[in-house]
């Protein structure tokens, strides 16, 4: 097997340094290993990057790692849809790691002991028109806020690090109410107004919200939630519990939030309607999600057992990573 590293090569911060720590791991343990590391040096160039090391070495085992957030690991996904000879894991180093949150978060995959060990498991994604997502598609407020977060992002005072910020305040006077209509297995859910509605496989959104506390990455359905309009007071009453995941519990928003699983939506809105994928910004006011069951196949590290103290120590073994 191949070990083939993915990487944004003008991140800082702690992503850097985290590269850079990963590459003298490499180098010192596992130099026995075939593995190599690619900067990406555009956007969706690793999209294009997997898909032609796919193509060049059919009869090679390949694991792609997404060292990065959310986005970098939906351009790998991009790359190995349709090759057997590919999988592909996390290394969450980026500024959104939602999707790891499923398996317990991002100190697991960043042990990379434990990583190149990892067992490879089939798990579902999503295709979005001809698009595809592996964690969650959502619209509605939360896309406003990402797309104005995109809009401000270099100006000063509102952008940088006001940039969340900026984009809360604006979806409070603009995204109360969004125009836009959802169907689940042909059932629609609302008359034409919503807050927001997420489509999940992975169960965390925005860094931190347990949309979809239910969801189960290979069962062959999606988790749609959808939130009607409410008063922006008793948003603010729900935002609480819709981090911690007991929004679909809470009896205070039993009539405000609908939940269904299924294999496809259908989302008709108005003009300028947008999704997020992956927490990509898409423009688009029609479009289907489908389930493809057990299409990618994703390494999770094992998780680590007690010790008598307390502490924690790996229950793998680094030698499997060479089957």
Wanted: some cysteine; proline content about 4%; hydrophobic content about 35%.
């Amino acid at each position: 097997m191949k070990h083939i590293f993915i990487y944004n090569p003008t991140a800082g911060g702690d992503n850097s340094k985290r590269i850079a720590a990963l590459q003298e791991k490499m180098k010192s343990d596992y130099a026995h290993l075939q593995y190599e590391f690619y900067p990406t040096k555009a956007e969706k160039d690793a999209t294009a990057f997997v898909r032609a090391r796919c193509l060049a070495e059919p009869d090679e085992k390949l694991r792609f790692y997404a060292c990065g957030g959310d986005g970098t690991a939906n351009e790998v996904l991009h790359g190995i849809i349709g090759f057997d000879n590919a999988s592909m894991t996390c290394f969450p180093c980026g500024s959104g790691n939602d999707y790891v949150k499923y398996y317990g978060g991002a100190a697991r995959f960043l042990d990379i002991d434990a990583l190149i060990a990892a067992k490879e498991k089939m798990v579902d994604i999503m295709r979005v028109n001809d698009r595809y997502s592996i964690n969650v598609t959502n619209f509605g407020f939360d896309t406003v806020v990402a797309q104005t977060m995109h809009q401000v992002r270099h100006k000063k005072l509102v952008g940088g690090k006001n940039a969340y910020t900026t984009g809360i305040v604006k979806a409070l006077f603009t995204a109360m109410k969004n125009d836009c209509t959802v169907w689940v297995d042909g059932e629609k859910l609302n008359d034409g107004k919503m807050l927001l509605c997420t489509v999940s496989n992975g169960r965390y959104v925005g860094g931190a919200y347990c949309c979809a506390p239910h969801s189960q990455n290979d069962d062959g359905l999606l988790d749609i939630c959808l939130v009607k309009p409410l008063s922006r007071l008793t948003l603010v009453k729900l935002i609480g519990v819709y981090k911690q995941g007991k929004h679909l519990d809470d009896p205070r928003f039993k009539n405000l939030i609908t939940y269904r699983r299924g294999k496809s939506v259908r989302v008709v809105a108005g003009e300028g309607f947008g999704y997020t994928l992956d927490g990509e910004v898409v423009s688009c006011s029609d479009f289907t999600i489908e389930i493809c069951p057990a299409a990618v196949r994703f390494a999770v590290p094992a998780e680590s057992s007690p010790t008598r103290d307390g502490e924690q120590e790996p229950s793998h073994t680094p030698e499997a990573a060479t089957v």
